[in-house]
């Protein structure tokens, strides 16, 4: 299944409580739930202004649709071309 990042522009979401970050990720679990296994978040990473998701889905429409469902941004959906680490050099 291919990878993609999805960059989500939202204000102070480095500011964003445990609690408030809970319920972001509920919702998007809940999402999750009904669209099937189609699509699959494997994780995120919060910066100040931004949260780049990384997710498993058969297609950038369906990533899209998540997040139309979720109600969140998608700024930007990329699909991962490949994926390299400090092994790639050896």
């Not at 998701?53 to 429409?61: F, G, S, V």
Request: negative net charge.
């Amino acid at each position: 299944m291919p990878k993609y990042v999805i960059e989500r522009e939202i204000p102070g979401a480095g500011k964003l409580s445990a609690e408030q970050l809970k319920a972001i990720s509920q919702t998007s679990c809940g999402v999750l739930s009904k669209m099937g296994s189609q699509i699959q978040w494997v994780h995120s990473y919060v910066t100040t202004d931004k949260i780049y998701c990384i997710y498993n889905a058969a297609n950038e429409e369906m990533v899209r649709e998540h997040a139309k469902q979720g109600g969140f941004p998608a700024n930007s959906v990329s699909e991962v071309a490949t994926i390299i680490d400090p092994t790639t050099a050896e």
